[in-house]
């Protein structure tokens, strides 16, 4: 096996473990487990992310750390509020969102949300 086809996982910088699990397991309702020195969340695909305890990192991206791709964006987009979750949205420029929390841009139509650490992570569509 070669560098380019190891697994990837985002790994997510938590400030409060025990909170960013109830988020990811609870709120999202992900599966998740113990793994050394954080959390490992079982996504889709047979792929993961790792939440990492630090004081140092938590919520510095200016970007999604994470994106899900989804084939119904906006019933994901109504299950995130179902569960709680408040959409990031956008009243004007490139990524203006629409009154279900997504914005068209080019290829793809995307949302944004934010975890406890407001981590940012977007789920999109392609179109």
């Not at 919520?59 to 899900?68: E, F, K, T, V």
């Not at 290829?107 to 789920?123: G, K, T």
Request: hydrophobic share 40%.
């Amino acid at each position: 096996m070669t560098i380019a086809q190891l697994p990837v996982g985002p790994v997510i910088p938590v400030s409060d473990l025990d909170r960013a699990r109830e988020f990811y397991e609870t709120t999202l309702g992900f599966a998740g487990e113990p793994a050394p020195g954080g959390y490992r969340i079982q996504c889709g695909g047979g792929t993961a992310l790792y939440l990492l305890p630090s004081t140092d990192y938590p919520g510095q991206a200016a970007w999604p750390i994470a994106s899900l791709q989804a084939t119904d964006l906006p019933a994901i987009t109504a299950e995130l509020r179902d569960r709680g979750v408040e959409l990031v949205t956008f009243d004007d420029g490139p990524q203006k969102t629409d009154e279900h929390g997504i914005a068209d841009m080019d290829d793809l139509r995307i949302a944004w949300f934010c975890d406890p650490d407001d981590n940012i992570i977007s789920v999109f569509q392609l179109t």
